[in-house]
């Protein structure tokens, strides 16, 4: 029999259906999901708005070149209006965040006529060869060198670091919030410096909010919390509402320089994919996510001190908005399948922390029930440690 090729390793559950923040397994066992399919299902699972839209737009038309116009387009650009970052009046769309990331390096090699691109440590940016070239962790990258170059990776958070950023460099790829990296959220002097340095010297700030935007940090972009324009803004995940679309923003003055030919799509901008993402939007707006992901995250992030900051083994609980790590001493590896085993997907960020990506719909009760499952998790981590 063929295999699928997971790439993951596997939790040994069968998950057949979701609804809201929570999904269940084949035996009917609920569980609160603040794993989110890698923090996709922001706007919880089965929405009635996004599954209205995709149905109704599969029966009028489900694929379309963008060589065409069609209504449903029409109405995303609308919807997105409001929402989208400020002065970045052009979009792409695409179906990963790593194409999202792809486009937004190619454009910057385009625009600057330079090749060097600066990233930092930590960061995490796609598995596609030039997003890859920018991921910061060795384990994903090493195997498939050379990869795009050059590329240079600096200390995140680090404001000296960024003399490095030189006439040379074409761009610089940023998350204002690392997310795989350890869920550590950027300082707003550091952002604003680094708005500074590359306006200087003309290199293309590209914000990669592939897993902080659409609401999840508390404001719909999380480079609004630093009081910063980025040059491009890349996102995905959240803004299909869970159907597979990223997006690249950008200013007119690069959107007048991209010609016909320098990117395309097969798939990128399908029909489906405008449904879902003017459904998203439709739903952001309505539900106030941001101020929801903000009001919800300060308190959850507070239950969390509460019931685990005495533990030895706790290094740190931060991050923004419904973004959240319990960064621990040591592997979270035991403590995320207690998580589990108490009904509570997460999912693991860097080499110690426990990440939580949860719908925006996350009730108080789901919240003490996540950090009572995270107290077993991480007690019964730190008497093995003890024991051992
Ligand atoms: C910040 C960031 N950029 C890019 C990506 C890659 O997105 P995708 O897995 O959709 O290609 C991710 C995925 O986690 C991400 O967190």
């Given at each position: ?62 694929t379309l070149s963008l060589a065409f ?301 996540a950090s009572d499952a995270a107290r ?13």
């Amino acid at each position: 029999m063929i295999k699928l090729l997971k790439f993951y390793q596997d939790r040994g559950i069968k998950i057949v259906r979701g609804e809201g923040q929570y999904v269940w397994d084949e035996r009917n066992n609920k569980y609160l999901d603040l794993h989110a399919g890698h923090g996709v299902a922001f706007l919880g699972h089965g929405n009635k708005i996004v599954i209205d839209y995709l149905k109704k737009q599969m029966e009028e038309i489900s694929t379309l070149s963008l060589a065409f116009d069609t209504p449903i387009r029409e109405e995303m650009i609308k919807e997105l209006d409001e929402l989208k970052p400020e002065n970045l009046d052009n979009l792409f769309l695409l179906n990963s965040g790593s194409e999202a990331v792809e486009l937004a390096l190619k454009i910057a090699r385009k625009i600057t006529k330079r090749r060097k691109v600066v990233a930092f440590k930590n960061s995490f940016h796609g598995r596609s060869m030039g997003a890859l070239s920018v991921t910061w962790n060795k384990k994903y990258r090493e195997p498939f060198e050379p990869l795009v170059g050059p590329v240079e990776f600096l200390e995140y958070n680090n404001i000296d670091s960024l003399r490095s950023i030189t006439e040379d460099t074409a761009a610089v790829i940023v998350e204002p919030v690392q997310g795989e990296g350890g869920v550590i959220p950027a300082k707003k002097e550091f952002m604003k410096n680094l708005r500074e340095v590359t306006e200087k010297v003309n290199a293309i700030l590209i914000m990669d909010e592939v897993q902080t935007g659409f609401g999840r940090t508390g404001k719909i972009w999380a480079h609004q919390h630093f009081d910063i324009k980025p040059d491009i803004v890349t996102a995905g995940k959240a803004i299909g509402g869970g159907f597979p679309v990223s997006a690249v923003f950008l200013p007119d003055w690069i959107g007048e320089k991209i010609e016909e030919g320098d990117h395309g799509s097969t798939y990128g901008g399908n029909p489906l994919a405008a449904a879902a993402v003017t459904a998203a939007c439709k739903v952001a707006k309505s539900e106030k996510i941001a101020e929801q992901a903000q009001k919800k995250g300060e308190l959850f992030m507070r239950i969390l001190k509460e019931k685990l900051e005495d533990y030895k083994i706790v290094r740190e609980i931060r991050g923004l908005g419904l973004m959240i790590g319990i960064d621990l001493k040591v592997n979270p590896s035991m403590a995320i399948k207690i998580l589990q085993d108490e009904k509570v997907l997460s999912l693991k960020a860097g080499l110690t922390t426990i990440r939580f990506l949860p719908p925006y719909l996350i009730a108080q009760s789901d919240m003490e029930w996540a950090s009572d499952a995270a107290r077993k998790g991480i007690s019964e981590t730190e008497s093995k440690r003890v024991a051992s």
